[in-house]
């Protein structure tokens, strides 16, 4: 059973950076594709990032594309997701996922889900 854990969340203003980080343990980190997602408060929930097994492919969402980069450290098997530029569209819980199978923007694909990190952005 693979257990994730999210940190580095807060509440920062408009223009400002976050770096949230994901640990992963109870599996063998490097074979899965892992990926970030939202959910803001009555909203459903909302792909952010991905990025494949080896790191070399990522995958963004339109809306944070440019100001978003997400990565992953095998040897401290963590994903994480540098957020700059942010805007007050981008508060919500953010969410670190991993697949068995395929990185995508389905969170139909995901099959470990950590408990998210509130990231609020104030104008």
């Known amino acids: 059973q693979v257990r994730l854990v999210e940190s580095g969340g807060g509440l920062v203003q408009a223009g400002e950076s976050l770096r949230l980080s994901c640990a992963a343990s109870?599996?063998?980190?490097?074979?899965?594709?892992m990926g970030w997602f939202r959910q803001a408060p009555g909203k459903e929930r909302e792909f952010v990032a991905a990025?494949?097994?080896?790191?070399?492919?990522?995958y963004y969402a339109d809306s944070i594309k440019g100001r978003f980069t997400i990565s992953r450290d095998g040897a401290k098997n963590t994903v994480c997701l540098q957020m700059n530029t942010l805007k007050p569209e981008d508060t919500a819980v953010y969410y670190c996922?991993?697949?068995?199978?395929?990185?995508?923007?389905?969170?139909?694909?995901?099959?470990?889900w950590g408990q998210g990190t509130q990231v609020t952005v104030s104008s």
């Open positions: 990025i494949s097994r080896s790191g070399s492919t990522t």
């Open positions: 109870g599996g063998t980190f490097s074979t899965y594709p």
């Open positions: 996922a991993a697949s068995r199978v395929y990185a995508g923007s389905r969170g139909a694909n995901y099959d470990y």
